[in-house]
């Protein structure tokens, strides 16, 4: 179960079932306080949960669509676009690592690239980046094989895991012969 964020204020009460009349009105309002009193625009985004996610599995929910979003790309051959300016490293190491697995798969990663990425890998690199990493690696081989998704323990990790292995899975599947 996904942790939900802990200042929902008292006055709102606790989310309704989904897809009922109750839950519309709710998230009503809880969308107008949220960009009101907060200016938490992810209130309007439904794959942030309308921001009713807790920072970290925010966090989580980012690093699985970077992930995504950049081993998709190097299985693509496309070229490594990273958004410095999103200011947090572990995602930007992430991606990084995301998209040199996917080039690393399928194709021959140009040497400038890596000359380049390396380093700046190897100088950033924490015991948490490099779990992300390996999970990265170990997420897409599992999908790309066709075996069961299972997750690393820890958020960060599982989350990486998670979307590489469902990008490895989407793979194996489109190139599956028995179509």
Same mark, same amino acid.
């Given at each position: ?26 998230? /009503? ?64 190491? /992430? +991606? ?10 399928? +194709? ?39 075996? /069961? ?8 990790? +599982?989350?990486?895991? /998670? ?17």
């Amino acid at each position: 179960m996904e942790a939900m964020r802990d200042d929902i204020p008292e006055w709102l009460g606790p989310p309704p079932p989904r897809d009922t009349a109750a839950w519309r009105r709710w998230l /009503a309002r809880w969308q107008n306080y949220a960009l009101e009193q907060l200016g938490d625009v992810d209130a309007l985004n439904p794959e942030m949960e309308f921001g009713l996610l807790s920072p970290r599995e925010r966090r989580a929910r980012r690093l699985g669509s970077e992930i995504e979003q950049h081993l998709l790309a190097g299985l693509a051959g496309d070229e490594l676009v990273l958004h410095l300016d999103v200011g947090d490293r572990d995602l930007v190491h /992430a +991606s990084a690592q995301a998209w040199l697995t996917g080039r690393a798969v399928f +194709s021959h990663i140009p040497s400038q690239v890596a000359q380049r990425l390396d380093p700046w890998l190897d100088r950033h690199a924490t015991p948490a980046r490099v779990t992300v990493a390996r999970a990265i690696h170990e997420g897409l081989l599992a999908g790309l094989r066709g075996m /069961a998704c299972e997750e690393p323990a820890g958020l960060m990790p +599982s989350s990486a895991y /998670a979307a590489a292995w469902a990008v490895g899975n989407a793979k194996a599947i489109e190139a599956d012969p028995r179509g």
